[in-house]
């Protein structure tokens, strides 16, 4: 399956990783290396005390070697 995860980046081919505990706002997914990445439920409840619901960010938000965790080179795309 197909998702786009907190950082709007779509991941091909991944797999829901089952939690011990659902979460409420968010899902895990596995890619085909293994790495693991967070991704955000369509119906995303807004947390107790908060004005607005969960959002998605920005690409250029992820952190350096967010898509290839263990590369030690530059951002890749």
């Known amino acids: 399956m197909n998702y786009i995860d907190i950082f709007n980046i ?3 081919n991944a797999r829901v ?3 011990k505990d659902d979460f409420n ?3 895990i997914i596995e890619d085909k290396n293994g790495v693991r990445y967070t991704c955000l439920k369509p119906d995303a409840q807004k947390m ?3 004005t ?3 959002k998605t960010l ?3 938000s992820a952190p350096l070697n967010y898509l290839t965790p263990y590369f030690t ?3 890749t795309k």
């Open 58 to 60: 920005k690409a250029k």
């Open 52 to 54: 607005s619901h969960f």
């Open 17 to 19: 990783i089952n939690t």
């Open 73 to 75: 080179g530059k951002r």
């Open 10 to 12: 779509k991941h091909e």
């Open 48 to 50: 107790p005390k908060m």
């Open 25 to 27: 706002r968010i899902f």
